[in-house]
């Protein structure tokens, strides 16, 4: 939203702010190569980075810049450039701009651009809202563990024990348990990467025991592709075994390095009361100070753990209820994708007739005027 609205904001702040560009060019009074000529200065306004890559916009390149049709400011010197009263040339034509140059983009533009974002972000926070009413709905219907726990965050690593968590929220109802999350994580991610790669390290050794044999290029090109995902490597299948093999020497030493690490506490626990409504008690006492409760009128200052303040949050649900939620899958992700393409459709639909109902941008006119020999004579062209 905050990217679509620069998006719209940027072509109001360039017409603001104007930028005049500037070519120059020469001008030979005729084709013999004595005759010197004469530096031009052709100035224009360009409204936007579109107007001015518009084929109506053609004097800002060099390539299409010329005396003939673009404005320009000339002072031609008689003498210097050696033209003769008899030179035969009897009049000239001085291009004026008309007074609607200066005019600006209609107004009713600006209004097409922030009626445009205002839509399209009112349809989009509806949106938003029937989905989390949908998920309200699906979490009422549904009971889990995670209806039962809390997840606490800020409560520091090995400085308390679980008597003094459950102690602490005991206040709020009837705790079941109250574990501490460990520093396992690493191992558990080891332990994982060393299956992975085992399982890997016997793919290829079967792939090397049985060779492969190609009926076409279309099988052939099949198994660079597998093989590329299976090995991770361009290398031959050789060398794709000795790096694996290496692999998973560096992770088995990693692990034994970790299992005699002292475990310890990460700052963080899950608490689980028998009944859901103990757990929605320590949501309503323990307020988070972010936006979304200032929003909605959230005051006053939670609870300290040991001197400690702490952050509370619903724990994750260990069921498939939260993607059905977001809507990823299954038939609610085809609804999601025809809600969310018809509300770009029905913008598109609703402002590109509008477009035609608002006055044109006003072009630049121009008005030749006459001028003869003797206004040559005089200073030439201004």
Same mark, same amino acid.
């Given at each position: 939203?905050?990217?679509?609205?620069? @998006?719209? @904001?940027?072509?109001?702040?360039?017409?603001?702010?104007?930028?005049?560009? %500037?070519?120059?060019?020469?001008?030979?009074?005729? %084709?013999?190569?004595?005759?010197?000529?004469?530096?031009?200065?052709?100035?224009?306004?360009?409204?936007?980075?579109?107007?001015?890559?518009?084929?109506?916009?053609?004097?800002?390149?060099?390539?299409?810049?010329? =005396?003939?049709?673009?404005?320009?400011?000339?002072?031609?010197?008689?003498?210097?450039?050696?033209?003769?009263?008899?030179?035969?040339?009897?009049?000239?034509?001085?291009?004026?701009?008309?007074?609607?140059?200066?005019?600006?983009?209609?107004?009713?533009?600006?209004?097409?651009?922030? +009626?445009?974002?205002?839509?399209?972000?009112?349809?989009?926070?509806?949106?938003?809202?029937?989905?989390?009413?949908?998920?309200?709905?699906?979490?009422?219907?549904? +009971?889990?563990?995670?209806?039962?726990? +809390?997840?606490?965050?800020?409560?520091?690593?090995?400085?308390?024990?679980?008597?003094?968590?459950?102690?602490?929220? =005991?206040?709020?109802?009837?705790?079941?348990?109250?574990?501490?999350?460990?520093?396992?994580?690493?191992?558990?991610?080891?332990?994982?990467?060393?299956?992975?790669? %085992?399982?890997?390290?016997?793919?290829?050794?079967?792939? /090397? =025991?049985?060779?492969?044999?190609?009926?076409?290029?279309?099988?052939?090109?099949?198994?660079?592709?597998?093989?590329?995902?299976?090995?991770?490597?361009?290398?031959?299948?050789?060398?794709?075994?000795?790096?694996?093999?290496?692999?998973?020497?560096?992770?088995?030493?990693?692990?034994?390095?970790?299992?005699?690490?002292?475990?310890?506490?990460?700052?963080?626990?899950?608490?689980?009361?028998?009944?859901? =409504?103990?757990?929605?008690?320590?949501?309503?006492?323990?307020?988070?100070?972010?936006?979304?409760?200032?929003?909605?009128?959230?005051?006053?200052?939670?609870?300290?753990?040991? /001197?400690?303040?702490?952050?509370?949050?619903?724990?994750?649900?260990?069921? /498939?209820?939260?993607?059905?939620?977001?809507?990823?899958?299954?038939?609610?992700?085809?609804?999601?994708?025809? +809600?969310?393409?018809?509300?770009?459709?029905?913008?598109?639909?609703?402002?590109?007739?509008?477009?035609?109902?608002?006055?044109?941008?006003?072009?630049?006119?121009?008005?030749?005027?006459?001028?003869?020999?003797?206004?040559?004579?005089?200073?030439?062209?201004?």
């Amino acid at each position: 939203m905050v990217v679509l609205s620069l @998006i719209n @904001i940027y072509p109001l702040v360039n017409n603001i702010q104007q930028a005049d560009f %500037t070519e120059r060019y020469y001008l030979s009074p005729s %084709t013999s190569p004595s005759e010197k000529g004469v530096e031009c200065v052709s100035s224009f306004a360009s409204y936007s980075f579109i107007t001015l890559s518009s084929l109506g916009a053609l004097c800002a390149s060099n390539r299409t810049n010329n =005396a003939v049709t673009c404005p320009s400011i000339c002072t031609v010197d008689l003498e210097r450039t050696r033209l003769s009263d008899t030179i035969g040339i009897t009049e000239v034509y001085e291009r004026v701009y008309d007074d609607r140059d200066e005019d600006t983009i209609p107004v009713a533009y600006y209004w097409l651009i922030f +009626v445009g974002t205002f839509i399209f972000l009112a349809w989009h926070l509806f949106l938003r809202h029937t989905q989390v009413l949908s998920a309200s709905q699906i979490n009422a219907s549904t +009971v889990t563990v995670g209806d039962f726990t +809390v997840y606490v965050t800020g409560l520091g690593k090995n400085s308390n024990s679980r008597a003094e968590l459950e102690d602490f929220f =005991a206040h709020y109802g009837e705790v079941a348990t109250a574990v501490y999350t460990k520093n396992l994580g690493d191992f558990l991610l080891l332990e994982k990467k060393l299956i992975e790669l %085992t399982v890997k390290e016997e793919e290829l050794r079967l792939i /090397d =025991a049985h060779g492969t044999k190609y009926e076409g290029w279309w099988e052939w090109l099949w198994f660079k592709i597998y093989f590329r995902a299976v090995s991770g490597s361009l290398r031959g299948l050789t060398g794709a075994i000795d790096a694996c093999k290496t692999e998973i020497s560096e992770v088995r030493a990693k692990i034994e390095l970790l299992q005699g690490r002292h475990l310890e506490n990460t700052g963080e626990a899950l608490v689980t009361f028998n009944y859901e =409504a103990h757990a929605n008690n320590v949501f309503r006492d323990h307020v988070q100070r972010d936006l979304k409760n200032r929003l909605t009128c959230k005051h006053g200052d939670a609870p300290l753990f040991l /001197d400690k303040r702490i952050s509370v949050y619903r724990a994750p649900e260990p069921s /498939d209820v939260y993607w059905e939620n977001m809507d990823i899958r299954g038939a609610r992700l085809i609804v999601r994708r025809l +809600v969310t393409h018809s509300s770009a459709v029905f913008i598109l639909g609703t402002l590109v007739p509008c477009i035609p109902c608002c006055p044109s941008t006003p072009h630049s006119g121009v008005e030749p005027q006459k001028l003869g020999v003797d206004g040559l004579k005089e200073g030439g062209l201004s």
